[in-house]
T-cell receptor, first 114, second 115 residues
């Protein structure tokens, strides 16, 4: 089954404790992206990647890191989480071979930083 | 930075009526636009897209209109059904050349369909 998976789905952590949210897709998509969703603010892009070893900042990259060592995986790293990073996070992926760029989204990861 | 906004945060329609969801974007250089649907507890789902060299695109029961003069995008849903109840987001792309790049999303419109 074609899908984007994220782990963990729920995470409660404390300020400053490094964490990684994994994202994996099995569709051989070139493009992968991370978003955060906050009430009243919609989706905001954190980072995106157009292929292996190519990553770019989105709208809100501060406090986050990503890597794209393999085509299928695009982990999101919070080196020192803070309460303002409490949010719902989505990973998504799509082909870049032409329109439509039909991004497939993962189920989301709800992160709480205390 | 640039923002993509929506005129109405909520929209209630009767089943069978047509729905129109609006979106204003601010960057005239954006070259590609997408509408997403997000049902409660799920990730967004692609509905339809349109390139900046078009002004209208139709899908199954959905039509997207693009007015570049006033930087306005709309999603029309024909014969709205209860299953259409969701939050709808528009997104604009600032790509590298003609490909997908950085995406900006609107805050969303909650569509509620009542019988």
């Amino acid at each position: 089954e074609a899908q984007v998976t994220q782990n963990p789905r729920y995470l409660i952590t404390v300020t400053g404790k490094k964490l990684t949210v994994t994202c994996s897709q099995n569709m051989n998509h070139e493009y992968m992206s991370w978003y955060r969703q906050d009430p009243g603010l919609g989706l905001r892009q954190i980072y995106y990647s157009m292929n292996v070893e190519v990553t770019d900042k989105g709208d809100v990259p501060e406090g986050y890191k990503v890597s794209r060592k393999e085509k299928r995986n695009f982990p999101l790293i919070l080196e020192s989480p803070s309460p303002n990073q409490t949010s719902l996070y989505f990973c998504a992926s799509t082909f870049l071979s032409g329109v439509p760029y039909e991004q497939y989204f993962g189920p989301g990861t709800r992160l709480t930083v205390t | 930075g640039e923002s993509v906004g929506l005129h109405l945060p909520t929209l209630s329609v009767q089943e069978g009526d047509n729905s129109i969801i609006n979106c204003a974007y601010s960057n005239s250089a954006s070259d590609y636009f997408i509408w997403y649907k997000q049902e409660s507890g799920k990730g967004p789902q692609f509905i339809i897209d349109i390139r900046s060299n078009m002004d209208k695109r139709q899908g199954q029961r959905v039509t997207v209109l693009l007015n570049k003069t006033v930087k306005h995008l709309s999603l029309q849903i024909a014969a709205t059904q209860p299953g259409d109840s969701a939050v709808y987001f528009c997104a604009e792309n600032k790509g590298r050349g003609s490909t997908l790049g950085r995406l900006y999303f609107g805050r969303g419109t909650q569509l509620t369909v009542w019988p």
